[in-house]
């Protein structure tokens, strides 16, 4: 590379539950640089879940933490030229990316749901990922299968 990798910058903790992964999921689900609205859209499922969850022993926060963590892929699959023919290489993600991923594949599937509101959607799409259901965890365990499946591909890894 010609330039050097610009630097992380710190995220600032969010301010209910002064978490730094909290301020990161409403960062990606923001829409036109409205950050207010998408902190109210995120408190609100949270609400939500609080009010719907079985088990009493967890909060609403940790819900949301098991349902990203079911979501997270372990491998994917990358393409990779090897000879003119194009291969779907299984490789492992490395953490930050596993995170981003869960996060977007959470809030791609919450929107294509059916609830009225965002936050309804929201957080229908997390109380049925943490029962380790609902379409963010089918999407996981679809690129697990390929990657499952391109197994003998992964000696061209590079």
Do not use: C
Not at 123 to 144: F, N, S, Y
């Amino acid at each position: 590379m010609r330039k050097r990798q610009a630097k992380k910058r710190p995220l600032l903790p969010d301010p209910r539950f002064n978490d730094q992964l909290v301020t990161r999921f409403v960062n990606n689900m923001m829409w036109d640089g409205k950050k207010s609205v998408a902190f109210k859209v995120f408190y609100d499922a949270i609400d939500i879940v609080d009010e719907k969850k079985q088990d009493e022993e967890k909060t609403a926060l940790e819900l949301w933490k098991d349902a990203l963590s079911n979501i997270m892929p372990h491998v994917e699959v990358r393409s990779r030229r090897v000879g003119g023919a194009t291969f779907q290489i299984p490789m492992q993600i490395r953490p930050d990316r596993k995170i981003a991923t869960a996060m977007k594949w959470l809030i791609t599937y919450s929107r294509k749901r059916n609830e009225k509101s965002m936050a309804a959607k929201l957080a229908a799409e997390i109380l049925a990922a943490a029962k380790e259901e609902g379409a963010a965890v089918k999407k996981r365990m679809d690129t697990h299968k390929m990657a499952e499946a391109n197994k003998a591909f992964s000696h061209f890894r590079f």
